[in-house]
C-alpha cells in the first residue's frame, strides 16, 4: 500500500540526538527525566487510537511496514499526529530490539495521583500490591480494563506501569485505564473515606466470592491483589472487609496474582450483568 503524501506533521528522519532520546525511554531513568513512554508495533498502535491516546510522536520504516500499518499512520496524520519515516535498522536501535516491528511511538506519562484520578462515578477500583513482574502487571491491567474497573491503585513497588515489558503485556489496555500510584495506607484511608468496601484475595480467605458479591450488591468495592510469593501487606490484609481465595485444585499450590486477579475479576464483572438481567 502506498503511503499518504508527506505532510508537514512529518520529519524524514529522526536526527541521532531524538534516536538516543528514544532509546532512553526503554529505561526507568530516561522515563522520569522525560515524562514520556514508548509503544512498538501495530496492535499497540491500534489500541492507542481507539482508546484517544495522543503520542508525541509515530516514527515508522515504510520498508517493513505492513498495510495494516500503513493505514494506521494515514490515520495518525489525519488527526495531525507529528510521523517520522525511518530505516529499519533506526527504529531496531531506539527500542533496543533485534528485529523492528516497524512502527513506534512515545507518549507522555499521565497524571498518577489518586487524588486527581478519581472520579464519584468510579464503582470498582484494583489494587495491585507489590506486585515486582511486568508480565502479571501488564495481564491485570489489560483484565481490570476487560472486566468494567475504573482504576488501579499500585503499592509497594510495583513494576512500573509505563516500562515497555508492562505496557506490551496490557494489550493497549494501558492507554486507557487510569493508574494511580499511592501507598497501602493511602489506599486503606481512600476506602474509607469513598466508603469503598475491600475485598482482599488471601490464600487463607474464607469468605466465597459469590455470597460476598450478593452481600455488596449495590456497594462501591476495591479488590487486593497480591504476589504470588507474599500476598498482601499487613495495611491492607487486616483493614480488609473480606477476604476471599480462589478455589483450585489441591495438585497446584497456589496461583499467580495474574491469574488470580483475573478470575476474581472476572466473577466481579459476571455478578454485576446478573443482577442487571
Same mark, same amino acid.
Not at 495522543?54 to 498495510?67: E, F, I, T, W
Not at 464519584?120 to 513482574?133: A, E, Q
Given at each position: 500500500?502506498?503511503?499518504?503524501?508527506?505532510?508537514?506533521?512529518?520529519?524524514? &528522519?529522526?536526527? =541521532?540526538?531524538?534516536? @538516543?532520546? #528514544?532509546?532512553?525511554?526503554?529505561?526507568?531513568?530516561?522515563? =522520569? !527525566?522525560?515524562?514520556? *513512554?514508548?509503544?512498538?508495533?501495530?496492535?499497540?498502535?491500534?489500541?492507542? $487510537?481507539?482508546?484517544?491516546?495522543?503520542?508525541? #510522536?509515530?516514527?515508522?520504516?515504510?520498508?517493513?511496514?505492513?498495510?495494516?500499518?500503513?493505514?494506521?499512520?494515514?490515520? $495518525?496524520? +489525519?488527526?495531525?499526529?507529528?510521523? &517520522? =519515516?525511518?530505516? !529499519?535498522?533506526?527504529?531496531? +536501535?531506539?527500542?533496543?530490539?533485534?528485529?523492528?516491528?516497524?512502527?513506534?511511538?512515545? $507518549?507522555?506519562?499521565?497524571?498518577?495521583?489518586?487524588?486527581?484520578?478519581?472520579?464519584?462515578?468510579?464503582?470498582?477500583?484494583?489494587?495491585?500490591?507489590?506486585? +515486582?513482574?511486568?508480565?502479571?502487571?501488564?495481564?491485570?491491567?489489560? &483484565?481490570?480494563?476487560? /472486566?468494567? $474497573?475504573?482504576?488501579?491503585?499500585?503499592?509497594?513497588?510495583?513494576?512500573?506501569?509505563? !516500562?515497555? @515489558?508492562?505496557? =506490551?503485556? +496490557?494489550?493497549?489496555?494501558? /492507554?486507557?485505564?487510569?493508574?494511580?500510584?499511592?501507598?497501602?495506607?493511602?489506599?486503606?484511608? /481512600?476506602?474509607?473515606?469513598?466508603? /469503598?468496601?475491600?475485598?482482599?484475595?488471601?490464600?487463607?480467605?474464607?469468605?466465597?466470592?459469590?455470597? #460476598?458479591?450478593?452481600?455488596?450488591?449495590?456497594?462501591?468495592?476495591?479488590?487486593?491483589?497480591?504476589?504470588?510469593?507474599?500476598?498482601?501487606?499487613?495495611?491492607?490484609?487486616?483493614?480488609?472487609?473480606?477476604?476471599?481465595?480462589?478455589?483450585?485444585?489441591?495438585?497446584?499450590?497456589?496461583?499467580?496474582?495474574?491469574?488470580?486477579? &483475573?478470575?476474581?475479576? @472476572?466473577?466481579? *464483572?459476571?455478578?454485576?450483568?446478573?443482577?442487571?438481567?
Amino acid at each position: 500500500m502506498k503511503l499518504p503524501k508527506v505532510t508537514k506533521e512529518e520529519t524524514l &528522519s529522526p536526527t =541521532r540526538t531524538e534516536q @538516543k532520546k #528514544v532509546r532512553s525511554l526503554t529505561t526507568k531513568k530516561g522515563r =522520569r !527525566s522525560s515524562g514520556l *513512554y514508548v509503544a512498538e508495533g501495530v496492535r499497540l498502535l491500534e489500541e492507542a $487510537f481507539r482508546h484517544r491516546a495522543r503520542p508525541n #510522536v509515530v516514527y515508522y520504516a515504510p520498508s517493513v511496514l505492513s498495510d495494516r500499518g500503513t493505514r494506521l499512520i494515514g490515520r $495518525f496524520r +489525519s488527526q495531525g499526529i507529528k510521523t &517520522s =519515516r525511518a530505516t !529499519s535498522s533506526e527504529l531496531s +536501535s531506539m527500542t533496543g530490539t533485534m528485529t523492528s516491528q516497524g512502527i513506534l511511538a512515545t $507518549f507522555p506519562i499521565p497524571v498518577t495521583e489518586l487524588t486527581q484520578l478519581h472520579h464519584h462515578r468510579m464503582r470498582n477500583i484494583l489494587v495491585c500490591d507489590g506486585l +515486582s513482574d511486568p508480565g502479571n502487571l501488564g495481564t491485570l491491567i489489560r &483484565s481490570a480494563l476487560a /472486566f468494567g $474497573f475504573d482504576m488501579i491503585l499500585l503499592c509497594n513497588n510495583c513494576a512500573e506501569p509505563y !516500562s515497555p @515489558k508492562v505496557v =506490551r503485556a +496490557s494489550a493497549g489496555a494501558i /492507554f486507557a485505564m487510569p493508574i494511580a500510584i499511592t501507598g497501602p495506607a493511602q489506599a486503606v484511608g /481512600f476506602a474509607k473515606s469513598e466508603r /469503598f468496601a475491600t475485598i482482599a484475595a488471601d490464600v487463607a480467605g474464607t469468605n466465597s466470592l459469590d455470597n #460476598v458479591l450478593r452481600q455488596l450488591s449495590h456497594s462501591k468495592m476495591m479488590l487486593a491483589i497480591g504476589s504470588e510469593a507474599e500476598g498482601l501487606c499487613d495495611d491492607l490484609l487486616t483493614n480488609a472487609d473480606f477476604r476471599v481465595r480462589v478455589p483450585h485444585a489441591e495438585t497446584v499450590d497456589s496461583l499467580n496474582a495474574a491469574i488470580a486477579g &483475573s478470575i476474581l475479576m @472476572k466473577d466481579c *464483572y459476571s455478578s454485576r450483568h446478573r443482577r442487571k438481567q
